[in-house]
């Protein structure tokens, strides 16, 4: 069974940084992509940033120069490092993965970025 461990989720001051994690377990090939999305309260999900196996990441414009996205293949482990948070920010942020065709999600973690 496909697990995925969301971590690093929290309260933060603007312009202040989180981490999060997520650890893929239950898999048995290495996920061809792996990224995160965000959905804020009374909004859609949308992307955050995503990677592929072999490292090429592509990142929603609102975050480009603040979040990055890096994977450890060895840990089938996706990061997302959040820096100059705003309030716009807040939202869960869901981790997602794609192991040959199929999509997996997370259940998400909780951001809150305070002004």
């Known amino acids: 069974q496909v697990q995925l461990v969301e971590s690093g989720g929290g309260l933060v001051q603007a312009g202040g940084s989180l981490r999060l994690s997520c650890a893929a377990s239950?898999?048995?090939?290495?996920?061809?992509?792996m990224g995160w999305y965000r959905q804020a309260p009374g909004k859609q999900r949308e992307l955050v940033a995503t990677?592929?196996?072999?490292?090429?990441?592509n990142n929603a414009d609102s975050v480009k120069g603040r979040f990055t996205i890096s994977r450890d293949n060895a840990k089938n482990t996706v990061y997302l490092q959040m820096n100059s948070l705003k309030p716009e920010d807040t939202a869960v942020y869901y981790c997602?993965?794609?192991?040959?065709?199929?999509?997996?999600w997370g259940q998400g973690t909780q951001v809150t970025v305070s002004s």
């Open positions: 997602r993965i794609v192991v040959r065709g199929y999509a997996y």
């Open positions: 239950g898999i048995s090939f290495s996920p061809s992509v």
């Open positions: 990677i592929t196996s072999g490292g090429s990441a």
